[in-house]
């Protein structure tokens, strides 16, 4: 058996293989590729249209809150029991005031000391109960708030009127429509799509078209306000996950094309060009002359 300070080492160091880590590599490199993209189509916008001297490029939004959920996801994958079991074994005479300390104390200083010490911090056997008591109740309250801020009908009918008014907004719209539509359409995914069948497609037609088109869109059981994207039938998800992107993306259109490029989600082909759902038909050869 291994005892004393190799034994504190090794467990600090038994966290740092996760299940997740080539998954997490990644996302992270698709995360900062969709952030280089965007930033390319607003430097391009305003290479364009922009005041060299006076005016400056909006700035595309970070992928902050992107990586900060990659990271939560990647350390959801860290295998923590074992050393979970070992710190509360190792203070269980103490109070509980001074377990953590404690624990500090025993783990090596850098990063495996203080990746170890995140992941014990919040057990049971270490945190305060009034501590936790209050920081559930932040969570309850951030949650009234964001439940409040989803998107609802009259939501919806504003944005798509606001992307209406962009430049390419409703071409951009129309087109994402379509692929997706072509897309659930294929074979490949015969085996997940909802009972009913995918509805055909229906472009937005303008600014008249923005309720008529709105009351087309399936209505989940539970209303509007459903968290789950996957419950949500088809077009619904479509534009609501189109919608959001472009209230994350403060209704830039080329901003809102390039994170859908980089997702995979839409193609890159110029919006002059027509999408075909298979392999583009070719120009036949000419015939050789009868000389």
Known sequence: MIHSDEKVRQMARSLLPSKHREAA??????????????????????????????????????????????????????????????????????????????????????????????HVKHTTAFEDPVEKAWRNR???????????????????????????QEPDGQRTFNRF????????????????????????????????????FLDTLTRHPWGNAVRTWGQQEPPAHWVRLFLQHFKAHRGHIPSVRATLEAEGLMSSRPLGQPCFSGQEPRTPPARPSAR
């Open 138 to 164: 932040y969570w309850l309250r951030r949650q009234a708030q964001r439940k409040g801020a989803l998107m609802d009908r009259g939501e919806q009918a504003r944005l798509l009127r606001a992307l209406i």
């Open 25 to 118: 590599r990644s996302a992270k490199a698709r995360i900062h590729r969709a952030a280089r993209q965007e930033a390319r189509q607003e430097l391009a916008v305003w290479m364009k249209a922009g005041d060299m001297e006076h005016d400056l490029p909006s700035l595309a939004p970070w992928e902050r809150k992107e990586i900060s959920m990659e990271v939560r996801w990647r350390r959801d994958g860290d295998k923590v029991m074992p050393f979970i079991r070992w710190a509360t074994a190792r203070t269980r005479e103490l109070r509980r005031e001074d377990r953590l300390s404690h624990v500090r104390s025993l783990l090596p200083r850098g990063v495996i000391g203080e990746h170890a010490l995140g």
């Open 177 to 212: 429509l379509r692929e997706r539509h072509t897309w659930a359409s294929s074979p490949r995914t015969a085996t997940s799509r909802p009972r009913g069948g995918i509805p055909p497609h229906r472009p937005l037609l303008g600014l008249h078209d923005v309720l008529p």
